[in-house]
């Protein structure tokens, strides 16, 4: 229970900071204060700042696809309210900030890289469920992380031009390119 409760404590303490400062301006040593933990808990379970913004978004990850259970979500050709909301709520959060890019410097490459990572796993879960009787021309694997790519570009998107209508016409291209994918990857 402690080591759940000293997590949590450091991705609170995280998602805190980064509501009044940039990535790049928060220091591992800020993390510690905030969340109220010793340099060797963090340390214990992050090797740094970067592994706690994958961790953390994890979870956004979760409420991003939560609506996609079966095989007609994944194959309808119309964005789900969890794609939606979750789009409203990254603009709401980025309103004058700079790129994410910008913030991330040196580490943006491997940020995107553990980001992508990270959702394929997710995809490939909840299509391996709503899939689970059929057969892969292209593998789950190659399929899971083409469409992480895509879904993290989307987010990039924006994070960068953070407008509702950019968001609403490109949930739509991210859903009829996702269905796309999948009905190309399915042997049947």
């Given at each position: 229970m402690a080591k759940n409760r000293s997590?949590?404590?450091?991705?609170?303490?995280?998602?805190?900071?980064?509501?009044?400062?940039?990535?790049?301006e928060i220091?591992?040593?800020?993390?510690?204060?905030?969340?109220?933990?010793?340099?060797?808990?963090?340390?214990?379970?992050y090797?740094?700042?970067?592994?706690?913004?994958?961790?953390?978004h994890s979870d956004i990850f979760d409420r991003?696809?939560?609506?996609?259970?079966?095989?007609?979500?994944?194959?309808s050709q119309n964005p789900h309210h969890s794609i939606i909301s979750m789009s409203m709520l990254a603009i709401q959060?980025?309103?004058?900030?700079?790129?994410?890019?910008?913030?991330f410097g040196?580490?943006?490459?491997?940020?995107?890289?553990?980001?992508?990572?990270?959702?394929a796993g997710k995809i490939k879960g909840k299509i391996n469920t709503a899939f689970s009787e059929d057969h892969w021309h292209i593998s789950l694997d190659v399929l899971s992380h083409s469409l992480s790519v895509l879904y993290i570009e989307y987010l990039i998107q924006l994070i960068n031009t953070p407008s509702l209508d950019v968001a609403k016409k490109n949930a739509y291209a991210l859903q009829g390119f996702s269905c796309a994918l999948i009905k190309t990857?399915?042997?049947r």
């Open positions: 997590r949590r404590r450091i991705l609170s303490a995280f998602r805190e900071l980064l509501v009044s400062y940039n990535y790049g220091l591992v040593t800020a993390i510690i204060d905030k969340a109220e933990v010793s340099k060797s808990t963090f340390y214990r379970y090797s740094c700042k970067l592994d706690v913004f994958v961790e953390m991003l696809l939560v609506d996609l259970v079966t095989e007609d979500d994944w194959l959060r980025t309103g004058g900030r700079r790129s994410l890019a910008a913030q040196d580490e943006w490459s491997n940020a995107v890289r553990l980001l992508k990572i990270s959702l990857a399915l042997q």
